[in-house]
């Protein structure tokens, strides 16, 4: 009798120790998601002083800027229109000119007895305006191959901009599993032990225990994509990530509300079409220059070997535009020229409205990533908590414990979402009002 007396006592005790270790795991669980970080167990003290470097956004634009092949290409197309000009302003190269006659014949012609040699120049003369025209159309041209350099440049930091997002977010993703996988490993070590000491059916064991495993799986899968996003990103600025990603540029989410319309004029994404109209304007220049028919000169001297006298000569050649007046390559270059400025009113308008839904969407990413990261995050993690100290009391059900888990996880894969969304409602309202480089003085 006393032997019963005395398991029965044993086992209330070991009942009340496991249901009093139960809320210290949770709770202490619960503390280490509520950092924002998941905490790692080793060297804390190393951590604290001696922290990692961070690679932050600049650096990774630095480096892209000094690797991409892309800027690369740009920069080769610039020079090939600088040349271009130079080009487009040289006059036509005079020409050296012998003619012999009177030889080969027969009589008195028959050898070279007869022969008169003529030697001369000959020195083609543009006129209507030919080389302003040329070197108009090429300094247009040099001004659309500084647009397009700069567009290469603003396109490469927003692409960087993006895989830096989508580095840093995974990684963030990577603490959510981490956190999802301690929760379901502390639930189950809490179901384990409500179960050995009677207060839950095994049933609560077993679905903790694939709760678990689905976590791990999780987490392994998260941690996959977090070093896949790193490596693009190092494939893209031409050298491997080193180091912690900027986690407080990732956070700070700058008030934006409401705003004064944001015009086109001067961004980069106009200038590729008033670019393009000034080189169709240029050509139409050429094309009504080149209807104008050029004259050559020649002069030079004749040697007559019969007397072995010698005269000068002198001639004017203008060409008849009898076939070819250039009406109708005027024409070709003038509705060439009414086409691209019907393309940059068309611009004009698309670029106005882009910018104008980048500006709403970036107040409302910026809103909502304040909410996000706000009292709905703090509300989600108290939740989790007293679920976990109601559920290890017996005061809440498994189910109870696991829809606060979820909730909180939920709620910071949200806030993560959020973040993503307004920093790249932000690099891309900043791609569409990027200056356009200035045209210089090239007219």
């Not at 190393?46 to 092949?69: I, M, Y």
Request: charged share 20%.
């Amino acid at each position: 009798m006393q032997d019963s007396q005395t398991d029965a006592c044993a086992s209330a005790a070991r009942h009340r120790s496991a249901r009093a270790a139960v809320p210290r795991v949770l709770v202490a669980a619960l503390l280490l998601g509520t950092s924002g970080q998941v905490v790692r167990a080793e060297a804390p003290v190393a951590a604290a002083t001696a922290p990692a470097p961070v690679f932050t956004l600049d650096q990774a634009l630095a480096a892209a800027g000094n690797s991409a092949p892309g800027l690369d290409a740009a920069a080769a197309d610039l020079r090939a229109a600088q040349a271009g000009r130079t080009v487009a302003g040289l006059r036509p190269n005079p020409e050296v000119q012998v003619q012999v006659e009177n030889v080969g014949g027969t009589g008195q012609f028959r050898g070279t007895q007869s022969a008169e040699t003529t030697t001369g120049f000959a020195l083609p003369i543009e006129l209507g305006g030919k080389r302003s025209a040329r070197i108009a159309v090429a300094d247009a041209q040099t001004w659309r191959a500084e647009v397009e350099a700069a567009v290469v440049a603003a396109d490469l930091r927003l692409q960087v901009t993006q895989a830096y997002i989508a580095a840093i977010a995974a990684e963030r993703r990577v603490e959510i599993a981490q956190m999802e996988a301690d929760f379901a490993a502390v639930g189950f070590r809490a179901a384990s032990a409500r179960v050995t000491a009677g207060a839950a059916s095994p049933i609560e064991q077993q679905r903790a225990d694939v709760l678990r495993i689905n976590a791990d799986v999780a987490l392994d899968r998260a941690r996959r994509e977090a070093e896949t996003a790193r490596a693009n990103l190092g494939r893209l600025i031409g050298q491997p990530v080193v180091g912690l990603l900027d986690r407080n540029w990732f956070e700070r989410v700058d008030a934006y509300g409401p705003s004064a319309p944001i015009k086109a004029e001067g961004t980069l994404t106009l200038a590729a079409a008033e670019a393009d109209l000034a080189t169709a304007s240029a050509q139409v220049r050429l094309a009504r220059s080149q209807r104008v028919p050029d004259v050559t000169l020649n002069a030079g001297a004749k040697r007559l070997s019969a007397s072995n006298d010698t005269a000068a000569v002198f001639g004017v050649s203008i060409p008849l535009p009898l076939f070819n007046g250039g009406k109708a390559a005027l024409d070709q270059a003038t509705a060439q020229e009414s086409a691209s400025d019907a393309r940059r009113r068309v611009a004009l308008i698309d670029t106005e409205r882009e910018i104008a839904s980048a500006q709403a969407e970036l107040a409302n990413a910026a809103a909502s990533a304040r909410a996000a990261g706000g009292p709905s995050l703090a509300a989600a993690f108290e939740a989790a908590r007293i679920a976990g100290i109601g559920y290890a009391n017996g005061k809440l059900s498994q189910l109870d414990l696991i829809e606060a888990q979820r909730t909180l996880a939920q709620t910071r894969s949200a806030y993560v979402d959020a973040l993503i969304a307004y920093h790249s409602a932000e690099a891309n309202l900043a791609r569409l009002v990027a200056p356009a480089p200035d045209r210089g003085t090239a007219q």
